[in-house]
């Protein structure tokens, strides 16, 4: 495309701190949240007259982090297609070249809050229970691909109003190093999985501790294992389920198993003490039942060993979840990622500048093919079935439970959190 007629397709807002280049079709840029890669806005698209989200991924090459996790972002968001999942609308960057290129945006679906916002919310059984189910579907659909999250946070989980929920990332690589004895670095890790935690081997069901992590703030509205560092949070983690077996110390390596032994013993408490009665919406018999049901399940995701741990199809099948079982949403085909290997790659800040350039060449290409067409990738949600209590997730407080890289807030208007299906 000629260079001044490209020029003319965008134009600069200052968004915060941020200068936004977008194209002329999105107006009414506003600041919606922020994490790890920079600023997210919502937008009007004048094109699929619908409101958006859209992500700045600033010189996302400026180092090796930035580039793997941004690329493999991208690759993946495109592949990626599932309602429970956020879909991609849109790549553009301004730069016209190669050597000029500086910045990404990604332009997503527009949901209405994070899951932050809406764990400070009273929840009803029927919309706990059902936003657990859509984690679960997503999450499933990601290990079909051959994706293990390893990261899930309430900041990268976002919420409508109807209660429909999407995962907003794919979480570390493979490689990515973590685990005890790294030197500290400010991200929210107070949901990663003693595996993590202890930098072990692990399965599918890492993902599972996560889910009950997020499940046990919304129950209590504070976070479950809150720590200054990994440390501290096995701390917690030992305080209240107690110190682990022996069998599950055996699979540690000498120096974590060593750091681990010589911890205090604890004897931990009962998942009744934990999460008593008082947590619970217990107003009937089938609210005392699903009480139950859901401290059942805690009792099954929140559990040190992971070989003991309940599965994703397990999870998806207890009873507190399979009321909402539709195989159409659990056993949607899987994505086929094409780059196999995504999670191993190392490269030169030129050599990732480049990469990450080709990809949104790649998707400007294949829209102008028609082989995307922006609307079609939009999932269907499902019918809401009762109105009942409004809950404005928009008048929830925004401030951020600890300082981290992946805190947010998001200011944009949402509506009531208000019908499950
Ligand atoms: P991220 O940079 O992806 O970690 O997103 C940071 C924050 O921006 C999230 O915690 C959300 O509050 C908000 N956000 C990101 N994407 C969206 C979206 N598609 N819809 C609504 N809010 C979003």
Redesign the pocket.
């Known amino acids: 495309m000629n260079k001044n007629k490209r020029e003319k397709e965008f134009y600069s807002v200052d968004v915060g701190d941020s200068t936004f280049t977008v194209l002329k079709r999105y107006q009414n840029l506003r600041p919606?949240?922020?994490?790890?890669?920079?600023?997210?806005c919502?937008a009007y698209d004048n094109n699929l007259e619908r409101n958006?989200?859209i992500?700045k991924l600033s010189r996302p090459f400026q180092n090796q982090t930035h580039a793997k996790r941004a690329y493999r972002e991208l690759v993946l968001m495109k592949c990626v297609n599932h309602k429970n999942i956020?879909g991609l609308l849109n790549v553009f960057t301004p730069q016209k070249t190669l050597e000029e290129f500086q910045d990404v945006y990604l332009v997503?679906?527009?949901?209405?809050?994070?899951l932050?916002?809406v764990i400070q919310m009273e929840l009803d059984h029927e919309r706990l229970s059902y936003l657990l189910y859509q984690m679960l579907c997503g999450i499933k659909h990601l290990h079909a691909a051959g994706i293990i999250h390893r990261d899930l946070k309430?900041?990268?989980i976002?919420v409508k109003s109807d209660c429909t929920l999407?995962i907003?990332?794919f979480g570390l690589a493979r490689t990515a190093a973590t685990g005890l004895l790294m030197t500290p670095y400010v991200v929210t890790r107070y949901y990663r999985a003693p595996e993590v935690i202890l930098g072990m081997g692990y399965q599918a069901n890492v993902d599972i501790w996560s889910v009950g992590c997020i499940l046990a703030e919304m129950v209590r509205h504070k976070i479950l294992f809150p720590g200054r560092d990994y440390i501290d949070q096995w701390n917690k983690v030992i305080e209240q389920l107690g110190t682990p077996t022996q069998e599950f110390l055996l699979k540690l390596n000498q120096s974590v198993r060593t750091y681990v032994e010589n911890r205090p013993r604890y004897t931990g408490y009962s998942f009744e003490k934990l999460f008593p009665d008082v947590l619970f919406p217990a107003d009937s018999e089938h609210s005392k039942l699903k009480a139950s049901q859901a401290r059942d399940l805690l009792s099954k995701m929140l559990v040190i060993d992971a070989s003991k741990r309940i599965s994703v199809d397990e999870a998806l099948q207890h009873p507190y979840i399979n009321v909402w079982y539709d195989p159409a949403e659990v056993e949607a085909p899987s994505p086929l990622i094409t780059d196999k290997q995504l999670d191993e790659r190392e490269h030169t800040v030129e050599e990732w500048k480049e990469l990450i350039y080709k990809e949104v060449l790649d998707w400007e290409e294949r829209m102008k093919n028609g082989v995307i067409r922006g609307a079609a990738v939009i999932n269907g949600s499902p019918q809401p079935s009762s109105s009942s209590s409004i809950n404005d997730v928009s008048s929830m407080s925004t401030e951020p439970t600890v300082a981290s890289d992946?805190?947010?807030?998001?200011e944009?208007s949402a509506g009531p959190l208000s019908c499950c299906r």
């Not at 919606?32 to 997210?40: F, K, L, N, T």
């Not at 997503?108 to 994070?114: C, P, S, V, Y």
């Not at 992946?406 to 998001?410: E, P, V």
């Open positions: 919606i949240g922020s994490g790890a890669q920079g600023i997210v919502s958006v989200a992500k956020i997503m679906e527009l949901m209405d809050a994070n932050c916002q309430p900041s990268n976002v999407k907003l990332d992946t805190d947010s807030s998001l944009a």
